[in-house]
């Protein structure tokens, strides 16, 4: 029986309500404790240039208070690298940022500026980090990630999640065959961007994807069921999926 896909909620959006208004409500903190008794298997928050959710106090007392391990999302800017090496997370995703963007809008340039990447690969590695790549699911990006010395890569899934009908499908075929690549070349694979309710079950029913890392969609839920509830639903569709995927593979 393949494992279970990892689900690791990205509590961001907790941090944009509470910022809404200052102050301490909603606490992402109490999001990543209600996320573990509804059965994550990780936290994962992005500690922005700018702050504009997760604010350095949040990663702190996560860092201090939650039994889940800790997934940070991370520009690799000498800043964002201080602090991964200050609070040691168990992982690191290493994202693009622009300051004028709404979210991580694609994948890392991962041919640009690769002597740079590469040494902060290698220092948040060599503090014992597990390091991802968040990259597109092209082949290409994933030779470049061998080459970076990055043991895992997360696929954006935003084009996938945005498109419909025979683009969804085209957009499902490249994660599919990126995984297929990835596991030639032995990377740990994640996934993340934009999954929903609708669209998580494709990606999760792939065999070779061990982590799923979901955010917006499941606190937007919250708002009309609860967090816990979101939380669950994700979980038990993510399980089913692989299940089927599996039964179809074996039968
Ligand atoms: N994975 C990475 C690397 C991300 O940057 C994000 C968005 O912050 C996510 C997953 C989660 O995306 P969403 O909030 O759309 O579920």
Redesign the pocket.
């Known amino acids: 029986m393949k494992m279970k896909p990892r689900l690791?909620v990205?509590i961001?959006?907790v941090a944009t309500i509470r910022n809404a208004r200052g102050g301490r409500h909603p606490d992402p903190v109490r999001a990543a404790n209600v996320a573990e008794n509804a059965g994550a298997d990780g936290i994962?928050a992005?500690l922005r240039e700018d702050r504009r959710h997760i604010s350095d106090d949040d990663i702190r007392r996560l860092g201090e208070s939650i039994r889940l391990p800790l997934n940070l999302?991370m520009a690799a800017t000498p800043e964002m690298l201080e602090i991964a090496l200050h609070h040691k997370p168990r992982a690191a995703?290493i994202?693009p940022e622009k300051r004028e963007e709404r979210?991580?809008e694609g994948g890392l340039d991962v041919f640009s500026s690769q002597d740079h990447l590469k040494r902060c690969i290698s220092q948040l590695s060599d503090a014992g980090i597990r390091v991802?790549l968040?990259i597109e699911p092209d082949p290409r990006h994933l030779d470049a990630a061998v080459a970076l010395d990055a043991p895992v890569v997360?696929f954006?899934?935003?084009a996938y999640?945005d498109a419909a009908g025979a683009a969804r499908h085209r957009e499902l075929q490249r994660i599919i065959d990126a995984a297929a690549h990835a596991e030639d070349l032995a990377l740990e694979c994640?996934?993340?961007?934009?999954?929903t309710f609708e669209t998580v079950s494709a990606v999760a029913a792939i065999p070779t994807i061990v982590e799923l890392?979901?955010?917006?969609?499941?606190?937007g839920e919250a708002i009309f069921g609860g967090l816990e509830s979101s939380i669950k639903r994700m979980r038990s569709l993510m399980d089913r999926a692989r299940a089927e995927a599996h039964g179809e593979r074996s039968a």
Not at 190 to 195: D, I, R, S
């Open positions: 690791g990205n961001d959006h994962t992005h999302e995703c994202v979210t991580t991802s968040f997360e954006h899934t935003g999640c994640h996934a993340g961007h934009g999954l890392n979901i955010g917006h969609f499941l606190v």
